[in-house]
Structures are given as C-alpha cells and as structure tokens.
C-alpha cells in the first residue's frame, strides 16, 4: 500500500479571554505602560500577579508596581523563530525578574545575538506600538544600553521603529483580550478512506467490508466499530440509494449554499450499511420520504477531485419506494 | 483494599512519521491484539476503558471518539477519556478497579506528534493569558529549565550527555524505541554501558558536545525526537490478576501531584510534585526505574526528587530520549516497568509520567512482585 492521502489542514480560531480583577488590572497598567506585581501572604512579591495567593488562596490584598527594568535569571536563545513569537529574527526568551519582584516572568530579549545574553544582564521593557493587548503590550525586552542609546537617539538607526509616545493611562480600564490561535497541521486519511478518495476522483464508490460481521462501511472506517478489525476487503458500490431519514432545513446559517428550504438526508447506498449525510434535490422538500429511491448526481467531470463533493446531490430516481423493514435496522 | 496489578502491556512502534490518522485507530489496533493475545482475553472481558490523548495534537475535534473504532466497542463498553497521557487513563482505570465497578480495565494513550508543529502545538498547554500569547516552544522552556540547573551547579552539560548516551544504549535492546536516522551514538557508546569512565562512552560524550546547541544549552541528544506511537496496559483485581498473569505487577502506591502553572514562580531546578508523588507512593523502593524525561536534565531532577540512589536501575528501556509519543509516553513508561517485574528482572519498579512543561505534573505509579 502507498503512502495514504494527505493534505495540509490549517485552523485558526480567536480566542476571546475575559480578564477577571488580577489581569485585569495587570493588563490595564501594561497598557498605561506600567508593569504590576502582587504582594503575597509571605511578602513576596509575584510579578506577573497570582490571581490566588500560592499559600491562602485568597485574591491578591495589595499590587505594587515593579521595573520597568529587571534582571535575566535564565535564558535560551531562538535561530529561528516559530509563527505567533514576539520578534521575527533570532532573540533571546528569557526568565526575567523585575526590579521589586521576587518572582520572574517569562518574555523575549531583542539582544542581536547569543553572546550578549547572559544571566544576571540587565534589561528593560521596549514597548509595542498598539496598548491594551496583554503580554504583547511589551513587544520584548532588550538589553538596557540598548534602550538607553535608543533614547538618547531617538531618531536613532534607519528602519528602526520609532518608540512610541507614552500613552496616557486608558480611560477605560482593560477587561477582554483576544488570543489569535493558527496551527498548521498535516492531515493523513487511512489507507481505507485513501481508496475510497482516489475512486471519488474517476466517479466511483468504494465501500470496505468486515471480516469478522460482514458489514460493509462507506466510506470505510480504520477499523470495524463493532470488532475493531481492519476492513480492507474492497467493494465496488453503485451511485444510489434510499433516503433512510430527513429533515427539512428552514434555518439560514453562514456559509449555506442551497436557498432554503432544502432537505438534508441520510441516504444509504445500495450494498452498504452505514448512511452518510447528503442534500436530496431535484423534487419539492415535501414530496422526499422515507425509503425513496435516490441517485447521485455529480459535478462535470472536469470538476471531479479527490473529494466527497464530487457528488453534488441526491435526486429522486422514480422508482418505487424501499419496503420499511428493508432499511429499519438501518435507522 | 482491592488489589490491582498490571497484567498485560503492549506499544506501538516508535516512527519519526507514522502514516497513521490522527485518531491513533492504525496503531492501536494491533497493540490490542498483541495484549489480548498474551493475556488470553477479549475485548468482552474488558469492564472499563479509558484513554488519553489529545485534540490540539490531532488538529481535529472529538478524535478519541474516533479511536473507539478501534474497540469495536459493540455492544456499548464503559468508556472514558483523559485529555492527558494515557498514564492519569491508568490511574482513573486503577480507581474504577478499586471502586468495585469493574474487574479488568484497559487504559490506552495514543499521539501522531508528527501531525503538527509539536513544540508550537505545545505552546497551548501554558498559561493563556500571560505566556501562550508569546508562543514560547517546549524546547526552549526546557533549555531555561536546564540552565538554571547548570549555573547552579546542580549539572553539567556533560552529565547530561551521559543521560543521552546512556538512554540510546539502553535502547538497542528496545523494538519499540525510535530509530533515529543518521544517529551514530548508540554503535559509539561502549557495551558496558553505566561505565563513564570508559573510553567509548567518554568519546562518545566528546562527540555529543562538540554538536551545536538547539537551544543553548540544549542540543539535539538533550531533547526527546519528536515520536508518533501508541501504548496500551491492562490491569485486573487480585484473584483475576493471578489467574491471568503469572507474576502480575501489584500496584503498592499511585499517586500524582502538579506544580504551579506559573513558570517564574517555580524553582525549576526541582519538581516539588514528583517529589510529593513519590514519597506519597513509595518511590525510594524502586530497584528499576522507567522515568519520563523528555529532556536529558529532566532526568537528573527526577532522579533527585524521586530518592533513586545510584543503584537504580534507571530507564532500561531507553525511556523517553528513545520514543516519546505525546500521550503515550508515560503509559508506555509505567507498562515498561510493570513488564520488568512481570518478565522476573525486577521486585519492585516504578513507572513514571508527567504533564506540562518542565515537570510541571507528575505521576508515580510503584509497583511489586509477591
């Protein structure tokens, strides 16, 4: 068997947090450039803030404010950087613990390359442009004659980003973020569902059939759901079928592409015994019914892929309808 | 108390890129096989099922229901899921044990960490507010772990070669460890594999550090590869046990523990959690040891947190250096310990899991022959 199918599968989703009272004051000073911390039951200082104290469990009494500037407890260094990281070219992630904090947080160092990082360097925030994001207020740190040449320079080196003015403190405070989330996936279909791909593209159903009771799954599954053997005994399967159950849809949605209302069905092929899900077209919604008798209509053939919306739809063919026990066990 | 011992284990091969979908169905279903087949049961005998995995590595929705395929679960079983290691599957399969609600469980863990960017996916496992915003990768929160451990002289970047060079020995006698390609260590390292002072193994260590970092300071043989796998382990209660398994692995301890999820606030250098745990279960008796330490220093803390004195035999089955499959790796940690007990080579074994990054949760699960 060849390499099963496999095709890039990207997703992406925005994910909106609510902040609560702790972030939300954390992330209302970042955006008025102000870094907090939370003074726990022992004294200590937690910079970024607990939202419960480690030791009581009760929500921070007092938050202070630490740095801007701290010092680097630990750090690694990035080549090459992933998708979503603060900075672009090689930098630095480090541990850093503010000036008043007595715990570290977790952020990049802009330092140009490895051999000026080390631990105990002195660093300062370098803020972004757009306030009122979260942790991304601080667009990274960098080394603390670095920020000081800057500002002494502040039309400093060509191409380099301006430092932006100081935003006054926002009228209103902070409360939600949102977290974009995109991931890149390879996504492999089973060699069964590969065969059953690759005949969808020359127009043909393939169905697989298990050894152990028979059943024949379209399209075909990793392993029978009943006794968790392969089906790898190919079978050849016609174009039409019964409508085993329906619903009409009267509901608009996003990204609908048939005006309403239309029916959406079960429709089991003949020689299969598993129904997938398809539109019936091609007659009033309320003339389709159980046990009628369908066919696949399919896109022009210069359209074909490999993939199930091959099949445009389902029509009735006119013939007469399936007996109900033939399909009841089906249901 | 009932008593619940480990009587059957069995995982899949280690692959770099598994052709597997990622609802794991391809790889497990011969691992069942295997275990029914050395257990002499069937799927009927099974009265609970729980799995671990996880849908931000599959990229999809609802993937372990698709692995219940791979059950053939019909008529209706009693199943649950974990969306953690399969190890935390065994431990909520060992409380139904101990419930009285079944007699015989299985507990499956199954990952295609191939399927996506996995220290990128990983980045969604940290604080959503404050951390995962930045995107910061596993590795990379491993290295500042590692660090911290070598400026504080707790290890040396040498001693954690020799925990690389040591586990890709160990793994020649595993067929389920990864092969890693273009990987000359294991031939390099000497047959007497514990010996650092042997010639093979201090060339090879030499070898190991002139590579370049990862991710200062760690290197390629400090981080586990990224591994596809699966793994699957049955335990049943007292009598059953006996009659199924001629020197089952009585569980004597099970217990997990987890950190703080916030980084800056941990001392890295320890894992407090694995400590609680296997003080909690007993660890210190272990004569083996199947630790799971995706990283080389990892290894150190857990063998310090867990109380295993240098007579511990640690990681023969290469651990995790040598096959980490994302949610069955600490399964497979805990069914390789239960199998040196089970084989004769061990009285008592302990299996370990963890979850998060740097050691953030631990499982220790003790086990002992009787």
Request: charged share 20%.
């Amino acid at each position: 068997m060849s390499q099963p199918l496999h095709a890039p599968l990207e997703i992406s989703f925005d994910y909106t947090r609510s902040l609560g009272p702790t972030l939300g004051e954390f992330v209302t000073a970042l955006a008025g450039r102000r870094i907090l911390g939370a003074r726990a039951s022992d004294g200590r200082v937690h910079a970024p803030p607990f939202e419960f104290d480690p030791l009581t469990g009760t929500p921070p009494a007092e938050f202070v404010e630490v740095g801007p500037g701290g010092s680097v407890v630990s750090w690694t260094w990035t080549e090459r950087p992933l998708d979503g990281q603060p900075l672009r070219h090689p930098f630095g992630w480090a541990l850093i613990r503010l000036d008043g904090a007595d715990t570290a947080m977790l952020h990049a160092v802009n330092a140009g390359s490895a051999d000026r990082m080390r631990t105990g360097m002195r660093v300062r925030p370098r803020w972004a442009d757009r306030a009122g994001t979260g942790i991304t207020d601080i667009m990274c740190f960098e080394a603390e004659e670095d920020a000081t040449t800057r500002d002494e320079h502040s039309e400093a080196e060509p191409g380099e980003p301006v430092e932006p003015v100081e935003p006054a403190e926002p009228a209103e405070p902070v409360t939600m973020i949102t977290t974009p989330i995109r991931l890149s996936y390879d996504h492999t279909v089973s060699p069964g569902e590969s065969s059953y791909l690759l005949a969808l593209a020359e127009g043909r159903l393939i169905g697989q059939r298990c050894p152990a009771c028979g059943k024949v799954y379209l399209p075909p599954r990793g392993a029978c759901p009943v006794d968790g053997v392969p089906t790898r005994d190919e079978v050849q399967l016609p174009d039409t079928g019964i409508v085993t159950t329906f619903c009409v849809v009267n509901v608009p949605f996003q990204g609908q592409r048939v005006p309403t209302p239309y029916v959406a069905a079960s429709v089991l092929i003949d020689g299969a015994d598993i129904a997938f899900q398809h539109l019936i077209l091609g007659c009033p919604p309320d003339e389709v019914r159980m046990g009628m008798r369908v066919r696949a209509v399919w896109k022009p053939r210069e359209q074909w892929d490999t993939g199930a919306h091959n099949i445009d739809h389902f029509e009735p063919t006119g013939e007469p309808d399936a007996r109900y026990d033939s399909y009841a066990h089906h249901l | 108390m009932t008593d619940v011992a480990v009587i059957g284990f069995a995982q899949a091969p280690n692959e770099r890129h598994s052709p597997a979908t990622t609802n794991g169905v391809e790889m497990l279903v011969p691992i069942f096989h295997e275990v029914f087949a050395a257990t002499g049961l069937t799927k009927n005998d099974i009265g609970f099922w729980c799995s671990g995995s996880s849908d931000y590595l599959a990229g999809r929705a609802f993937s372990f229901v698709s692995a219940v395929d791979a059950i053939g679960a019909f008529p209706p079983v009693m199943e649950s899921h974990v969306e953690m290691d399969g190890a935390w599957a065994l431990y909520e399969a060992w409380l139904k044990i101990l419930t009285g609600e079944a007699e015989i469980a299985l507990a499956y863990g199954f990952g295609k960490s191939s399927a996506g960017n996995l220290r990128r996916v990983l980045a969604l496992q940290l604080d959503p507010y404050l951390v995962a915003p930045l995107w910061p990768d596993s590795v990379s929160i491993a290295a500042l772990q590692a660090r911290l451990g070598i400026e504080t002289g707790l290890w040396t970047e040498s001693d954690m070669a020799l925990v690389a060079a040591r586990s890709r020995a160990n793994a020649r006698d595993n067929p389920a460890a990864l092969r890693q390609a273009g990987s000359s260590d294991v031939s390099v390292v000497s047959g007497d594999e514990a010996s650092a002072e042997s010639e093979g193994t201090v060339r090879c260590l030499w070898e190991l550090l002139a590579r370049p970092y990862v991710a200062e300071p760690l290197r390629a043989h400090d981080c586990a590869p990224v591994a596809d796998g699966a793994a699957v382990v049955i335990l049943a209660a007292g009598e059953r046990a006996r009659e199924l398994c001629g020197r089952p692995a009585w569980i004597t301890g099970f217990e997990h523990r987890i950190d703080s999820a916030s980084l800056g606030a941990r001392d890295l250098t320890t894992a407090p959690s694995a400590a609680a745990a296997g003080n909690a279960a007993g660890a210190s008796r272990a004569q083996v040891a199947e630790l799971h330490a995706p990283f080389t220093h990892q290894e150190i803390i857990l063998r310090r947190a867990l109380d295993l004195d240098d007579g511990v035999n640690v990681n023969p089955s290469g651990g995790a250096l040598c096959g980490n499959p994302m949610f069955a790796a600490g399964l497979a940690r805990i069914g390789s310990a239960a199998t040196e007990i089970i084989n004769g080579r061990a009285d008592v074994a302990l299996g370990h899991a963890t979850s998060g990054p740097a050691l953030q949760q631990n499982l220790v699960c003790v086990m002992e022959a009787r």
